[in-house]
Every structure is written in C-alpha cells, then in structure tokens.
C-alpha cells in the first residue's frame, strides 16, 4: 500500500523527464529497468551530487521496479553516493598497482591536511575523501579521479598543489 | 531420444538440458555432491561452487571444472564427482567460507540442522589456515519482528534467502547491498524486518542454510520429539504442514517440500499463525446459560440440556423449527455428521453452511453451465497456461501460496484482473480492468460481445460441447456497449484488448474470488465466466477452465457433504422420489423432504417467529454476516442457540450453550481445499484438556437423541461417506498418501486432476445470458449515502480473526482500516490515521482511514477482522438473487471526520 502524503517534494525537472523516457525507449518494451544506471547518473547529477533514499524510490517508481532493485544497483557501484558528499569528490585509488607506487601515502597525506577519514566529507562541505577500486590507470599511479577528470603520477606536491588550486577556485 | 553419460566411469541416460547436479541426484543419494547455495525450490545459481565436479569429453580426457548445479550435460562426457582436485577445491571453498563464520556451533539455534555444519564435515575441514583477518562476526541480531530473526553474522551470502523472496514468494524484499567484503543481505532499504515490506511468508527462513535468517520458533532447530504432517486451517489452498512437537507441545512449522499443493512454501497465518491453539482465552468446559449467565457445566449436563430443549421444540413445533449451520473450518467427515444430525436425527433440511455466504453462486451458476460447481482445474496448471483472468479476487491477500504462483505468472506472461481496486495483482497485470463494484456483468458482457464481434469464438468446441449458443448470441450482440462502459467505468478500447487477448491465448486459464460472487448478480457472474470459457473452448484440458478460490479450507467439503438446505450428501437432490429413498434407506430412518432454511432465510424465519433453534458449528455469525445489527435481533429471539467453539466468540456470547471444541491441531479427518483434493488432517497433539473435537460433539448429540452412531473416527466415517457421496467412492483413509486424492475419485480409487475432459458433467454445457442490474442498495440509497464501501481481507488475518489476532500477528495488523482515495481523503479534511465516522442506511461505525490509491475516488474499502469496529453493522441484507449470497462487496455509505474512537451505534 503505498502511502500517497509522501510524494511530491521529488521530481525530474521536465527536460531531464524527457531524456529519461529517451533512454529508457532504447531498450525493449518491459525491459525499462536495463535504464536505471544512466537514469542513477542523471538523478544524482540533478538532486546535489548523491543519491537519497527518497530518490531512489522515486527513480523505482519512474521506472515501475521494485525499490530494492534501485538500492542493489545504487550500493554495488562505488561511482554513487549514497551519503551527501562534498562539492568536490577526490576518489583515490587504492587497488594493488597504485599502492606498490604510494597511493596509501598520498591517501594518508589528504587524511591529514583536510583532517578527514575516506568516506568523510570536510567541515566546511568542500571534500569528499573516496578510496575506490582500480580505475584503469595503472601505468600512471598513483593517481584519483575529480568529477571526469584524472589527475595522475601523484606526488605530496602535486597534491597540495591540486588541492589549493581547487580551494581558490571555489572561494 | 535416450542420451548417455558417464558419472565416476559408469553410463546413465539424461534428458537433454538437464543440469549435472539433477542428472547425479537422480542416480545416487541426495547430498552425494554437497552445496551451499542450491535449494530444492529455487533454480540452479551457481554461487557458492561446492557442487564443482570435474568434466571431460572423453575418458582420461582433459578435465575441465565446472559448478554442477547449473552446467547442462553434454552427451558422453565424463563426471567425475569426487575426483582429488574435485575434493580439494570443495574444501578450500568451505574454508574460505568459515573465515567468516563464527564457530559457535555449539550454542547455535542450528545445531545439528545446518548445511555448512553438514558440507564442512562431509569435505573433511579439520582446521581453518587462513589467518584471522576481518570478519562481519559484530553484526547485531535483528530481534525487531514478532516472526522473523536474523543473525547475519551467520550469513555465508548464499543468496538463497534473496532468491526464495524473488522466485517463491515475489516479495522482493531482500537483496545484496554493496559489494565484496561490504556485501550484505538488505530487506528493503536497509530496515530491520519490521519496518521492511515482508510479508512473514518465511521462506527466507526456510531456504537459508545457517542460521543467519529465521523465526522465533526456531523451525530448523532439532528441539522436537517428532513432526506431524497435516493440513492448514486457513484458506482454500490447502497447504501441508510440517509440524514439530515437543513436549506434547507445537513448537513450530515448516512446509513440506513434497507437497504437491504448496511445494515448501506457505504463508504468514500458515507457517506462524497457530499459538492461538493454546491460548488462555480457550473454551474448557460446556457452558450453560442459568439466569442470565453462562455457568460451567459438564459435558453430560449439557448434552441433557440440549436433547430436552430440542425434543421440547420439536414436538411443540415441528423439526422444520430447528436448523443448523456447519463449518467449513471443519473437518469433511465433522460436516457429514453435522448434516446427518439435522437430516436423520432431528428432521428437517434446514442445514447450511458458510459457503452460503462466500461461494454459493459459484456452485449455482456453475451447475447451471458445466453441472457441478467445483473448479474445474488444478493449481500447478498455471505452469501450463498462456494467460490467466482474475476476477474480483486477491489471492496475494486471502489465498497466499497460489497468490505468488499467480504474481510469478503475472511477472512473465499476460494477466487480466477485473477488481475495483488495485490489488498487488492488478499492479502486476497487463489488463487492469478497474471497474465500478458491482458491474461485474456489465464487463463480462463487454468481453464477451467483443470476442463474438470480433469472431474469436471456438466454432469447433461451441458445436460439439455446448448448447443455447444461437440464443446467446443473440443476446450478447444486442448489448449497448457504450451504456455498459458507462456503468462500469471501464474503457470499452481496454475491455477489447483483454477481451481479445483471452480469446487468442492458446490456453487460458480463469480464476475467482468473491469479489464475483459476493453481489446481487453473483451467479450471473460465475455464468458469464463459464461462458468465456466455453466461447474461447478454454475448459476440459491442461491449464485452462473457471477455478473459483475457495474462501476456507474446507468450504468445498462442507458443501460436497450436504451441508446445504436443497441437496443432501454428494450434491444428490433429495427432492427427487429416487433419491430420497436411497438416502432413506441409508441412513435407516424416514427423511424430510422439504427443501431447508439458506443462511440468511433462517435469520429472517427467527424474527419471523419461525425458527426456535440453532445449532452453530464454529461459526461467528454476528461479526461475519451482514448487516449484524439484524442478525443480533434475529438469534435474540431463539429459544435454543447452541455454539460449539474454541473461543467466546461474538456469537458465542448469545448462546444459550457452548460446547468447547477442538482446533484443527487436535483433531483428525480430511480437508478438501478449493482444487478437489482431500486431503488427510493428522491430530498433532492431544485435545486441549476439556475439548473435544466437533465431530465427537455432534455424535454424542446424535447419540443422546436417541440414534446409533460409533465414536468419531474418521476412517470409518470415510467409509461410510464414500457409500453414499458418489465421487467419494474410491476414497480410502489409509490410501490418501501425503498428497491426498482429487474428487471424483473412482472406486479404483485412481482420482481426476480436470473435469469435463470429454463432457460436461450436465452433458452439454449451457450457455446463459445475464443482463447488468443495479443493486436497489444503491438505486435505493445513492442520494444520501453517496460512497460504495467494499470488503476485503488482509494478508496478516482470517475472516473474523478469532484465531489469527489470538497470535503476534496483532503486533503486525493491529486494527481494520478503511482505505480512501487520497482525493476524497482531501474533501473530508481526513490524513492518514484519522478516525472516520461510515454511515449506511443500517448504522454507522468508526475506523481508521488509510489513504490510498489502491481505491479510486467514490469508492472505500475495509475488513471485518477485528469485532470492536463491526464493519458488518454496515452490510446490507441484500443477496445474491439465485444462491442467497449476501452482497457484502456494494455498500451505499458516507463518510466524515470523526472524533470519537468506537463509538459504535
């Protein structure tokens, strides 16, 4: 049964509606939910960068699935949030190639200086601190991902360096 | 095509497609390849690898492994199942597992029951080599639930609790968050069990091979002295129950997996609901109303009681004064008695039972069209249809194991489901045909015009089988379709599709409830569904057919045994000069032939003056029948009510004498549920001390009347039922097996799973018009009562919820709630929880409302669960025109805020 007082406060705006319905008529009729990764993307993208378990359940009734198969997606990919996170998500890798070059260093080291543990976002709402698995870089580690951009060959200096550059940029 | 390959070096022939694992199970012992995350109900998933073999497509060829479970065999290779490499693998799979697994065995509820426990002995783990490195052993139980525990630091991600809620029961509650070592078992979004969506079916339970899921009972630990297998008292669907007993006492139940009705699987009321049998509040001893009061008595006392009371009014008015009404919660031979009493003892036909007031149209207007009213098919042939029609019924609700058959169909294939709600079917459905309650006939007769107009009809099947086609047609093709799509409410461009995809299915399959019958045109509903049948030729094969949902377990035998005012045991009509002498010289004594009281005519002969007793076999007729406002006057006005009962129910509290009776726990006999089968009740424990069962009771009155009859014994009185009933003829208590038999039964004793396969039973089969009638409760009441209220059931609880809210369940449903539109919710200034004043022509009540889109707009809905809000004052007395079934499902009312709790009028 569901409750009908819940409703309303989450909603597509009417562009993003009619992207979605775009995608989801790539797929064969009945076979909608094969939409839900890309549709995740957009709802994350359009309610503050994660993904609330309000949201979730308005993309499960979108889409007519259960609300469960939204959560088992949403949990098994590391790229959504399923906590609120910082404006700026610093996504670390820390698969075995990067940790033999000092990506536990480089880890350690944003620990400090924003005094935040993976998973935490900073006092001010600026960082996220993430550790995820390889993201297809190993030649070039260690190495973490902003947003869609890579940042690689890490040192404490380039690091610092990248930091501050994204503190004045957002001030 | 017999092909063959090798298991260990020796040949055996397997069916194409058949996985390994099945291919080797079929040769050798059960668990002769060990598993994990294989389940007998569930299909084949390949996770956990303990079933590995080696495979090689030659001898000594190049082996390669492969997990058995879901790898289909390839003509001539070679298994090895226990090779070496086979044996070391499997060992490093379970010791992996037991890295994160407590080693607490000793003190776990599974002790001794539990498959890795079982898995790690049989691969030979002595020690666990891995260093201690994280583990999940923190994770707090889940206690949250009155039924459902879970202790996930057990859970060895098996994933069979997931797929037991995914494939058997379609909850889809509980699912595999995250990934790697952060995975973990969810229901819902991540709640406890009580605030998930489950519905406590515990299958979960069941299929979980530790002990990281399941109930307070602890149904897989070994605390028990022995098992019974017997038969759910609930609903129609007839469940086998597998029920420990310790101590003289039920300790918990599981489902069978061999049972061919339920498959290991059954539901909340089922698996959890039976505390109720030892609850204090039971009936221990006769009572006898002395000035007012009802004052213990013995049994003796009361037996005298009655027989003085019911000779005094037999011979000061006549036997036609004196009526009884059975139980469909009782036994097939309890109901035989039962109607034996009133027939052969006191006299008279005035015998009914509840399938009066749930399915009696069904089995006239199926008489009418095919010339018997049982379903005609069986349920596991809905593995065999194309499309399955629902009508006005809720089986995920009432009837809950072929409720997640129907939902797991609905899932994959087409479904069309006429109901004015939108039931947890109907969201799954391609054809929601959400009609106005009432217009059952207005729709059937729109899809009926529309397969005609469209020539979908089976000229074939409509020469050969049928009669009164030309004359039906004639009247269907003068239907106005548009004034019918106005009445219903129901796009006539939706009705044609389901119209047509009905007629094109290969195979269809139909099933109802009472949301068919439960009206003023109820038989003239059941007629039309027959009809669509006949037109489509969908009936005397595989998968197809008109299958009502009988209500209770046994509401099919109360009726098979004569428990009805117009034909005796076996459907035979008595008023026929040949029949009436067989039953005459059967039963040795002469015999009325005057057709009896139905239900609701006995109520009015009472205030009329013309009844003067009763006896009631385990049935509450002031909460469950309609309008009770009238029912109280009417049995107020007996000079003998006799109530045999477990508890003191709202009935019970008029009766002049209470018997208490034993529950279905207790006592022994046979059930037939709503597919024919009967099946075998097997006592668990001794009767609660105090009671008897009710079949022992109505023979001791028997008796103190002054007939010979043998101590209740339900092998013998099968005997004597299977001389008399004819499609009981070859029916044997010791021959019933575990599965029980399908009436008609031969006396080969060889039982039929379809009727009608080559004729109808009446020959041929009739087809019969029917024309939309409005219910005068609403042409009568509509200006100022301008909502329909209609009645449904929850899930959790049984009808008038005597047993059920004796158990935790209350925990879960604790209240009836009226379910409203969120839009009329808005125009009555009512929000979710409030009080709501429901007002009919007959009185008014207060419920909590619930606002839902299940209703549409103008349209309420509740249940009679619960005695303190006595939604029945609010029914009318109105009924079926052909059966006397009461129309519970229209009820003109209105609706306001109230401020008041259960200030009932």
């Given at each position: 049964?569901?409750?009908?007082?819940t409703?309303e406060?989450?909603?597509?705006?009417p562009?993003?509606?009619a992207?979605i319905?775009?995608?989801?008529?790539?797929?064969?009729?009945?076979k909608?939910?094969?939409a839900?990764?890309?549709?995740?993307?957009?709802?994350q993208h359009?309610?503050?960068?994660?993904?609330?378990v309000e949201?979730m359940?308005?993309?499960?009734?979108?889409?007519?699935i259960k609300?469960?198969?939204?959560?088992?997606?949403?949990?098994?990919?590391?790229?959504?949030?399923?906590?609120p996170?910082g404006?700026?998500?610093?996504?670390?890798?820390h698969t075995?190639p990067?940790?033999?070059v000092?990506a536990?260093?480089?880890?350690?080291h944003?620990?400090?200086?924003l005094?935040?543990?993976p998973?935490?976002t900073t006092s001010?709402?600026?960082?996220?601190?993430?550790?995820v698995?390889?993201?297809?870089?190993?030649?070039?580690?260690?190495?973490l991902?902003?947003?869609e951009?890579y940042h690689e060959?890490l040192?404490?200096e380039?690091?610092d360096n990248l930091?501050?550059?994204?503190?004045n940029k957002?001030n | 095509m017999i092909k063959t390959?090798?298991i260990?070096n020796?040949?055996?022939?397997f069916?194409?497609?058949e996985?390994?694992?099945?291919?080797?199970r079929?040769?050798f012992?059960?668990?002769y390849?060990p598993t994990?995350?294989?389940a007998q109900?569930l299909?084949?998933?390949?996770s956990?690898?303990?079933?590995t073999?080696e495979?090689a497509?030659?001898?000594?060829?190049?082996t390669?492994?492969?997990?058995s479970c879901?790898?289909?065999v390839i003509e001539?290779?070679?298994?090895?199942?226990?090779?070496?490499?086979v044996?070391?693998?499997?060992?490093n799979?379970?010791?992996?597992?037991?890295?994160d697994?407590?080693?607490?065995?000793l003190?776990?509820?599974?002790n001794n029951n539990c498959?890795?426990q079982?898995v790690?002995?049989?691969v030979g783990?002595?020690?666990?080599?891995?260093?201690?490195?994280?583990?999940?052993?923190?994770?707090?139980?889940?206690?949250?639930h009155?039924?459902?525990?879970s202790?996930?630091?057990?859970?060895i991600?098996?994933?069979?609790?997931?797929?037991?809620?995914d494939?058997v029961q379609?909850e889809m509650v509980?699912?595999?968050?995250?990934?790697g070592f952060d995975?973990?078992?969810?229901?819902?979004n991540n709640n406890n069990f009580?605030?998930?969506d489950c519905v406590?079916c515990?299958?979960c339970?069941?299929?979980c091979p530790t002990?990281?899921?399941?109930?307070?009972?602890?149904?897989?630990?070994?605390i028990y002295?022995k098992?019974?297998?017997?038969?759910?008292?609930y609903?129609?669907?007839?469940?086998?129950?597998d029920v420990?007993?310790s101590?003289?006492n039920v300790?918990s139940?599981?489902a069978?997996?061999?049972a061919e009705v339920?498959?290991g699987?059954?539901?909340?009321?089922g698996?959890?609901?039976?505390?109720?049998?030892n609850h204090?509040?039971?009936?221990?001893?006769?009572l006898?109303?002395?000035n007012?009061?009802?004052t213990?008595?013995?049994?003796?006392e009361?037996?005298?009681?009655?027989a003085?009371?019911?000779n005094?009014?037999?011979s000061k008015?006549?036997?036609d004064y004196i009526?009884?009404?059975?139980?469909?919660?009782?036994t097939?031979?309890?109901?035989?008695?039962?109607?034996?009493l009133?027939?052969a003892?006191?006299?008279?036909?005035?015998?009914?039972s509840?399938?009066?007031v749930c399915?009696s149209?069904t089995?006239t207007?199926?008489?009418?069209t095919?010339?018997?009213?049982?379903?005609?098919?069986s349920?596991?042939e809905?593995?065999?249809t194309d499309?399955?029609l629902?009508?006005g019924a809720n089986?995920t609700?009432a009837?809950p194991?072929?409720?997640?058959?129907?939902?797991?169909?609905?899932?994959k294939k087409?479904m069309?489901?006429?109901d004015?709600r939108?039931?947890e079917l109907a969201?799954?459905?391609?054809y929601?045909?959400?009609l106005k309650?009432g217009?059952?006939v207005a729709v059937?007769?729109?899809?009926l015009?529309?397969?005609?107009?469209?020539?979908?009809?089976?000229?074939?099947?409509i020469?050969?089988?049928?009669?009164g086609?030309?004359?039906?047609?004639n009247h269907i093709l003068?239907q106005n379709?548009?004034?019918?799509?106005k009445i219903?409410?129901v796009?006539?461009?939706l009705?044609k599709?389901?119209?047509i995809?009905?007629a094109?299915a290969?195979?269809?399959m139909?099933?109802?409830?009472?949301g068919?019958?439960e009206?003023?045109?109820?038989t003239y509903s059941?007629?039309l569904?027959?009809?669509?049948?006949?037109?489509t030729g969908?009936i005397g094969?595989k998968?197809v057919g008109?299958?009502?949902l009988?209500g209770?377990?046994?509401v099919?035998?109360a009726?098979?045994?004569?428990c009805?005012p117009?034909?005796g045991a076996?459907y035979l009509?008595f008023?026929?000069p040949?029949?009436?002498n067989l039953?005459?010289e059967?039963y040795?004594?002469?015999?009325s032939q005057?057709?009896?009281y139905?239900?609701?005519?006995?109520?009015e002969?009472?205030?009329?003056g013309?009844?003067?007793?009763m006896i009631?076999m385990?049935?509450?007729?002031v909460q469950?029948?309609?309008?009770?406002?009238?029912?109280?006057e009417?049995?107020?006005?007996l000079?003998?009510?006799?109530?045999?009962?477990i508890f003191?129910t709202?009935t019970?509290?008029m009766a002049?004498v209470i018997l208490?009776?034993?529950?279905?726990?207790?006592?022994?006999?046979?059930?037939?549920?709503?597919?024919?089968?009967?099946?075998?009740?097997?006592?668990v424990?001794?009767?609660?001390?105090?009671?008897?069962?009710?079949?022992?009771i109505?023979?001791?009155?028997?008796?103190?009347l002054?007939?010979k009859q043998?101590?209740?014994?339900?092998?013998?009185?099968l005997e004597?039922?299977?001389?008399?009933?004819?499609f009981f003829?070859?029916?044997?208590w010791?021959?019933?097996g575990?599965?029980?038999?399908?009436?008609?039964?031969?006396p080969?004793?060889?039982?039929?799973?379809?009727?009608?396969k080559?004729?109808?039973?009446?020959?041929?089969?009739?087809?019969?018009t029917a024309?939309?009638h409005?219910?005068?409760?609403?042409?009568?009441?509509?200006?100022d009562?301008?909502?329909?209220?209609?009645t449904?059931?929850?899930?959790e609880?049984?009808n008038?919820?005597?047993m059920?809210?004796?158990?935790?369940?209350s925990?879960?449903?604790?209240d009836?709630?009226?379910l409203?539109?969120?839009?009329?919710?808005?125009k009555h200034?009512?929000?979710?929880g409030?009080?709501?004043?429901?007002m009919?022509v007959?009185?008014?009540?207060?419920?909590?409302?619930?606002i839902t889109d299940e209703?549409e707009?103008?349209i309420?809905?509740?249940?009679?669960?619960?005695p303190?809000?006595k939604?029945?004052?609010l029914?009318s007395e109105?009924s079926?025109t052909?059966?006397?079934?009461p129309?519970?499902k229209?009820?003109?009312?209105?609706?306001r805020k109230s401020k008041?709790v259960y200030?009932?009028?």
């Amino acid at each position: 049964m569901h409750n009908m007082e819940t409703r309303e406060k989450i909603q597509f705006k009417p562009e993003t509606v009619a992207e979605i319905n775009r995608i989801i008529s790539q797929f064969p009729q009945g076979k909608q939910k094969s939409a839900l990764l890309r549709i995740l993307h957009i709802a994350q993208h359009e309610f503050g960068n994660w993904l609330s378990v309000e949201v979730m359940d308005y993309i499960a009734e979108f889409l007519n699935i259960k609300p469960i198969e939204v959560y088992e997606v949403a949990s098994f990919y590391s790229m959504y949030n399923l906590n609120p996170v910082g404006k700026v998500v610093l996504e670390v890798c820390h698969t075995g190639p990067c940790c033999l070059v000092g990506a536990e260093k480089m880890i350690k080291h944003i620990e400090q200086t924003l005094n935040i543990k993976p998973g935490e976002t900073t006092s001010d709402g600026m960082f996220t601190l993430k550790t995820v698995e390889c993201l297809g870089a190993c030649g070039y580690g260690p190495m973490l991902q902003i947003g869609e951009d890579y940042h690689e060959k890490l040192t404490i200096e380039k690091l610092d360096n990248l930091l501050n550059v994204i503190k004045n940029k957002n001030n | 095509m017999i092909k063959t390959a090798f298991i260990n070096n020796i040949p055996f022939n397997f069916s194409e497609g058949e996985m390994i694992l099945s291919f080797v199970r079929k040769y050798f012992e059960k668990d002769y390849i060990p598993t994990l995350c294989d389940a007998q109900n569930l299909e084949p998933f390949g996770s956990c690898r303990v079933c590995t073999v080696e495979v090689a497509l030659q001898k000594n060829g190049n082996t390669k492994t492969v997990a058995s479970c879901h790898t289909p065999v390839i003509e001539g290779s070679y298994i090895y199942t226990h090779s070496e490499k086979v044996n070391k693998i499997r060992k490093n799979i379970v010791e992996l597992v037991l890295t994160d697994h407590p080693l607490d065995c000793l003190t776990c509820e599974v002790n001794n029951n539990c498959e890795l426990q079982t898995v790690a002995a049989k691969v030979g783990i002595r020690d666990v080599r891995y260093p201690e490195g994280k583990n999940h052993f923190d994770r707090k139980k889940d206690l949250s639930h009155p039924f459902m525990t879970s202790d996930l630091a057990k859970c060895i991600n098996c994933f069979r609790c997931i797929r037991a809620c995914d494939e058997v029961q379609g909850e889809m509650v509980l699912s595999m968050a995250g990934r790697g070592f952060d995975s973990q078992i969810i229901k819902s979004n991540n709640n406890n069990f009580f605030e998930s969506d489950c519905v406590s079916c515990g299958a979960c339970a069941q299929a979980c091979p530790t002990s990281a899921i399941s109930d307070v009972f602890e149904s897989k630990s070994v605390i028990y002295d022995k098992k019974v297998r017997t038969v759910c008292t609930y609903c129609g669907v007839g469940c086998n129950l597998d029920v420990a007993v310790s101590n003289g006492n039920v300790k918990s139940i599981q489902a069978p997996y061999d049972a061919e009705v339920n498959n290991g699987h059954t539901c909340i009321k089922g698996r959890f609901a039976f505390t109720f049998y030892n609850h204090p509040d039971r009936l221990k001893t006769p009572l006898i109303r002395k000035n007012g009061e009802l004052t213990p008595a013995t049994w003796d006392e009361a037996y005298d009681f009655i027989a003085e009371k019911i000779n005094e009014i037999k011979s000061k008015y006549g036997p036609d004064y004196i009526s009884g009404i059975s139980s469909a919660r009782c036994t097939n031979e309890e109901n035989y008695f039962m109607q034996k009493l009133f027939r052969a003892v006191i006299g008279t036909n005035n015998i009914d039972s509840c399938a009066r007031v749930c399915h009696s149209p069904t089995a006239t207007g199926m008489q009418r069209t095919f010339g018997t009213g049982a379903a005609t098919n069986s349920i596991d042939e809905i593995n065999n249809t194309d499309l399955i029609l629902v009508t006005g019924a809720n089986p995920t609700n009432a009837h809950p194991v072929t409720g997640a058959k129907l939902k797991q169909f609905a899932m994959k294939k087409p479904m069309i489901v006429i109901d004015p709600r939108k039931t947890e079917l109907a969201r799954y459905a391609k054809y929601h045909l959400q009609l106005k309650p009432g217009t059952n006939v207005a729709v059937l007769n729109m899809m009926l015009y529309y397969i005609v107009e469209e020539g979908l009809e089976d000229i074939e099947f409509i020469k050969n089988r049928t009669e009164g086609y030309d004359e039906f047609k004639n009247h269907i093709l003068n239907q106005n379709i548009n004034e019918l799509e106005k009445i219903s409410g129901v796009n006539k461009e939706l009705v044609k599709q389901a119209a047509i995809a009905y007629a094109k299915a290969e195979k269809a399959m139909s099933f109802h409830g009472l949301g068919v019958t439960e009206h003023l045109q109820g038989t003239y509903s059941v007629m039309l569904l027959s009809d669509l049948a006949m037109i489509t030729g969908n009936i005397g094969k595989k998968g197809v057919g008109v299958n009502p949902l009988r209500g209770q377990n046994n509401v099919q035998g109360a009726a098979d045994m004569g428990c009805q005012p117009h034909q005796g045991a076996g459907y035979l009509d008595f008023t026929k000069p040949e029949i009436h002498n067989l039953y005459e010289e059967f039963y040795g004594v002469k015999l009325s032939q005057k057709i009896g009281y139905k239900i609701p005519e006995m109520f009015e002969a009472m205030v009329e003056g013309k009844l003067k007793a009763m006896i009631l076999m385990g049935e509450d007729v002031v909460q469950t029948d309609p309008n009770s406002n009238f029912v109280i006057e009417a049995l107020s006005k007996l000079e003998l009510l006799v109530v045999n009962e477990i508890f003191m129910t709202e009935t019970a509290k008029m009766a002049h004498v209470i018997l208490p009776a034993s529950s279905f726990l207790e006592k022994s006999g046979t059930f037939t549920n709503g597919e024919r089968r009967i099946q075998r009740v097997n006592a668990v424990v001794d009767p609660i001390e105090g009671t008897k069962p009710d079949g022992q009771i109505v023979i001791d009155i028997i008796n103190k009347l002054g007939y010979k009859q043998a101590d209740y014994n339900p092998e013998t009185a099968l005997e004597e039922i299977s001389k008399i009933v004819p499609f009981f003829a070859g029916v044997k208590w010791n021959e019933l097996g575990i599965n029980g038999k399908q009436w008609p039964v031969m006396p080969d004793g060889s039982d039929t799973k379809i009727l009608h396969k080559e004729t109808f039973k009446r020959g041929k089969g009739k087809f019969q018009t029917a024309t939309w009638h409005e219910s005068p409760e609403i042409t009568e009441n509509k200006k100022d009562f301008p909502y329909i209220l209609t009645t449904n059931r929850e899930l959790e609880h049984y009808n008038s919820g005597t047993m059920t809210r004796r158990t935790n369940i209350s925990q879960i449903v604790p209240d009836d709630v009226l379910l409203i539109n969120p839009v009329d919710a808005k125009k009555h200034f009512i929000a979710e929880g409030d009080m709501v004043c429901v007002m009919s022509v007959r009185g008014k009540i207060d419920v909590k409302a619930h606002i839902t889109d299940e209703v549409e707009p103008g349209i309420l809905s509740s249940t009679f669960h619960f005695p303190l809000v006595k939604m029945n004052v609010l029914t009318s007395e109105i009924s079926d025109t052909e059966a006397l079934c009461p129309e519970y499902k229209v009820v003109s009312v209105n609706i306001r805020k109230s401020k008041g709790v259960y200030q009932n009028v």
